[in-house]
């Protein structure tokens, strides 16, 4: 018996063109393609004549999203700066929606691109069942099993877990980078004017002043008092 669940933001959100209707929709279900595989593209990584050839009809979803793995983009943003396992995962999370069964299954496919290239993967994953069952022809992949019922918080999403580039190669392009894009301000100059109070002031005069004695010296207090106190022993 299926159990009630009510839906939240976390369900999947399946993207499909044969539920396009007009150019909009079909530009929506392009980018989602695009940050599916991409993460995100700029201009210089779009390929205008798959998206023609898509919106045409002349090619489905599914290979647009086989073009898009096979691109020099791809290869070189992403496949060429990675190890074969964390290429392997990245396919599966992002065509079959899901994270890999284990290390047996990473290290399966690590050995298929080991043989036979991204191409040989992408092709096995795509023509695959699980592929077809869960997307077809003209569905986007998207994350599935995002909530977990035994869990108040869902799955964490696979370009957190996965980010784009590994520790070493986000150390040697200087990542994180924080770039400031807005206008910088600066304070008023009435605002750096002082109006008393501030000891710093005060240095100044302060250094030109004598010596000061310690406090015991001016009281009349030997430097080593304790000396001078009467011994009085036990007994006596």
């Known amino acids: 018996m299926k159990t009630f669940r009510v839906g939240s933001d976390e369900d999947a959100k399946a993207v499909s063109l044969d539920k396009a209707l007009d150019r909009e929709d079909q530009n929506f279900v392009i980018e989602a393609a695009y940050r599916q595989i991409f993460f995100h593209a700029f201009k210089v990584d779009r390929d205008r ?13 599914r290979d647009f999203i086989r073009s898009l793995c096979l691109s020099d983009t791809f290869t070189r943003s992403f496949y060429n700066l990675n190890s074969n396992y964390k290429v392997a995962r990245h396919l599966v999370e992002k065509l079959l929606g899901r994270p890999v069964h284990g ?15 991204v191409k040989g993967m992408v092709d096995d994953i795509l023509n695959g069942q699980e592929y077809l069952d869960a997307f077809g022809y003209d569905t986007v992949p998207f ?3 995002r909530v977990v019922g035994s869990r108040d918080l869902g799955e964490t999403p696979f370009n957190i877990t996965s980010p784009r580039y590994d520790a070493y190669h986000r150390g040697t392009l200087g990542f994180p980078q924080i770039v400031f894009t807005g206008e910088g301000r600066s304070y008023p100059e009435r605002s750096r004017q002082r109006r ?12 030109t002043l004598p010596a000061l004695r310690s406090p015991a010296a001016s009281a009349g207090i030997p430097g080593n008092f304790l000396a001078k106190v009467p011994y009085r022993s036990v007994g006596r």
């Not at 004549?49 to 979803?61: A, K, N």
């Not at 008393?196 to 250094?207: H, Q, S």
């Open 49 to 61: 004549t798959l998206e023609c050839q898509l919106r045409d009809g002349q090619i489905t979803v």
């Open 103 to 117: 290390k047996t299954e990473e290290i399966a496919w690590s050995a298929v691109l080991m043989t036979r290239g």
């Open 143 to 145: 994350h599935r099993n």
């Open 196 to 207: 008393g109070g501030f000891a710093e002031d005060y240095l100044p005069w302060v250094r």
